[in-house]
């Protein structure tokens, strides 16, 4: 074979694992990570849960108040962060931060 033709065919198995490993990481939420979001941006508001907290806003639901509602999915609580109802307002989240988030509030739910 002649050398340029292995050269190239090397250059091009080393581009095509370079590319494998080059490929988005996806992961399952994280709703430790959640939870500090949640601390850190929603508990003016909401009662977050874990216990640190002691107050918030009598007439904004708590986060297992959330989890609990009928139907509730990860899906509609990431909905309703994104396209938020008044008086809540718009929290710029990456997609991976409202998947934590969610998974977070989820956790809250009541065993059934």
Known sequence: MDLRIVATIGMALLFGVGLAFAAPVTSL??????????????????LVGGGEQEHANAD???????????????????????????????IPLTKSELADLAAYIMSLRNPE
């Open 29 to 46: 939420p994280d709703p430790a990570h959640g939870k500090d979001l949640a601390g850190s941006l929603c508990s003016n508001c909401h």
């Open 60 to 90: 904004i639901p708590s986060f297992r108040e959330i989890a609990n509602q009928e139907a509730q999915t990860e899906g509609t609580i990431m909905a309703h962060i994104v396209l938020p109802k008044h008086p809540m307002p718009t």
